[in-house]
């Protein structure tokens, strides 16, 4: 494949999603890290440990008791950022200072009653189970909730307070920002193509091959051509989705597979359990069930921040936070290295 | 000052500067943390270091020897994410993959020949001299660039590669991201309200006074409403100033002290060297000069990431970059706390 040759040179690159943009330095990687330098990941975590409040029978800040639980396990957030409560702030007293209510839930759920495991080394049956229980979730909590935010923080660099292997449910009565600008932006696509913006992209992608790092039956992964993160992926289903739960029974199947396939290549890539925030979004629920969202399609962002080695990460600091992102390989240079790395779980290798 | 009792639960605020909203969990500091502890910063910096690419007299990665510089020191940084030239990527393919040219420079300006200063800890007129030098930079690349961002990275938690005292100033022929959305919200707001919003952001609060924390003849600095970070704050001049470079003399003098004493705060409430990262915001330069740009008010912003103490800091992760940003302390909260810090520095205390 020959690629045109800006991709080369730095240049800037459309995120279509988000309606914003990011400066690509293709030729950024050369440059020496003097910076900070990242611990390693902890590779000695005990399987069960008592004083971890998210082992089985371990006793949680809340006072509770965690049962002696087998597959997965779900509760509701010891210290949750939404409570279903709070007083509403009324009507603005000035246009720059503006308050809305915020409700909601926050809950917590275990993937495995083990502390040293993670997706890629849990079995397929197991996985099959995480994907079971969050699409119960999302249809109990969007039966009244507009917006059901699914998210793993995974490795202490990620903010991960606790190494056990699980993922956070924060839901709430109000569409976050990331929400507002997914459905505007995809609804202005189907309006303007006929076609449901992420249908249309995954359809491309597979078809360019250049981005493209998995596929499957009834899933693609691909490094978006705006990618920001240096390893960012994004799990699309091939059919067109609306929402986590209306997944088929082959299409979970297939879902299990190609994330695993995809966390072995991640932890391969430098040899330890490779930290990411993961998250799903899909049409908004609650109040918009009853509505068309033929212009959402699901899908899952992994946004991963290693870029060099186990210890060097990228930051997004300065110019990030008040001008842009930027990125120092292209998403090409990005998929191509991922598409070469084995699927076979390093740990797994010699035995 | 009584506050409403929406303040003290949890809610959502409105950003008016980038459209969009943060959630605010007042309650949710007693959290426990169990998650990473950083470093504390380097408190042994030595003041000369031949072997630091920044320092007088040092060896440069691009083959160069620094002068011996006494004051302020401006080079082209030596892994520009910019350069003045690039290929034009042409019209774009396909909607979805969309890229435009990206020309520009990157400068890095030492503010001192020493590497054991920071701002706080340097005289007014060396600091002085840092605020003409930006200015002329300002005025230098903004002559023919429409964005000229200049930013500091401080720490090495903020992926800052390199402790001597610098900021960088990165020129572009477009306009980033946040560029883009100030620009868009500032002018939308002076239509409807007929006064430019941070102007009457400034008069607001110098008012109420529960989010100011330092205020002198021509500068404010406060918490915005709407703060993401822990103690971030927004630093005004209080005259209508659409850019650096229209400052007056006394303005420049002024800025100085209000800077040294705000950063003397940060130092002071762990009693560390405080990581941030800050830059400025003005109208647009380059080919915006000749253009009515009065919807723009000259604002500097600080994003600093500690949150408990020198080791505990607020992770933007899972949540934040799917969802939108969470803050666990109210914006009165922190500013009252950065209030009741003294303003001598800790260093110089015992002196
Ligand atoms: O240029 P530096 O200081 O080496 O690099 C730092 O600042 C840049 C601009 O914010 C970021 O892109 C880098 O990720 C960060 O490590
Ligand atoms: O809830 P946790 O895992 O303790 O906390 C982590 O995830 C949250 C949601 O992304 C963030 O708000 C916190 O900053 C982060 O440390």
Not at 162 to 187: G, M, V
Not at 247 to 271: A, G, P, Q, W
Not at 274 to 288: D, I, K, V
């Amino acid at each position: 494949l020959s690629l045109p040759e800006y991709k080369e040179h730095q240049h800037i690159r459309y995120n279509p999603l988000r309606d914003d943009w990011v400066l690509v330095s293709a030729h950024r990687m050369k440059r020496p890290w003097q910076g900070q330098v990242e611990k390693p990941s902890e590779e000695n975590i005990p399987r069960h440990d008592l004083t971890n409040p998210l082992c089985p029978g371990a006793l949680r800040a809340g006072g509770e008791i965690n049962p002696d639980y087998e597959g997965t396990f779900l509760f509701e957030n010891d210290f949750p950022a939404l409570q279903p409560d709070a007083p509403d702030p009324g009507p603005s007293e000035h246009p720059l200072l503006q308050a809305k209510s915020a409700r909601g839930v926050c809950q917590v759920m275990c993937f495995h009653p083990w502390s040293d495991v993670t997706l890629p080394l849990m079995s397929s049956p197991e996985v099959r189970a995480v994907i079971d229980k969050l699409t119960e979730i999302m249809k109990d909590l969007g039966a009244t909730y507009p917006w059901v935010q699914i998210f793993e923080n995974k490795g202490a660099m990620m903010g991960c307070s606790n190494p056990h292997p699980h993922c956070q449910i924060w839901a709430s009565n109000f569409l976050p920002n990331e929400a507002q600008i997914e459905d505007r932006t995809q609804r202005a696509y189907l309006r303007e193509h006929g076609i449901p913006m992420l249908v249309e992209y995954g359809r491309l992608e597979e078809e360019r091959k250049e981005r493209l790092v998995l596929a499957n039956e009834h899933w693609l992964v691909l490094v978006p051509y705006w990618a920001v993160w240096p390893f960012q992926t994004l799990l699309l289903p091939r059919r067109h989705v609306t929402r986590l739960q209306d997944l088929t029974n082959e299409e979970r199947d297939s879902l299990v597979s190609i994330m695993k396939r995809l966390l072995c290549k991640y932890d391969n890539m430098f040899e330890i359990s490779f930290p990411y925030s993961m998250g799903w979004h899909g049409a908004p629920t609650g109040c918009h069930l009853s509505e068309d969202c033929s212009h959402w399609q699901l899908h899952a962002h992994y946004f991963p921040p290693l870029l060099r080695s186990a210890t060097v990460r990228k930051f997004m600091v300065g110019y990030e936070m008040l001008g842009q992102a930027q990125r120092d390989l292209t998403a090409e240079q990005a998929a191509e290295r991922l598409r070469n790395i084995p699927e076979e779980h390093y740990k797994l290798r010699d035995q």
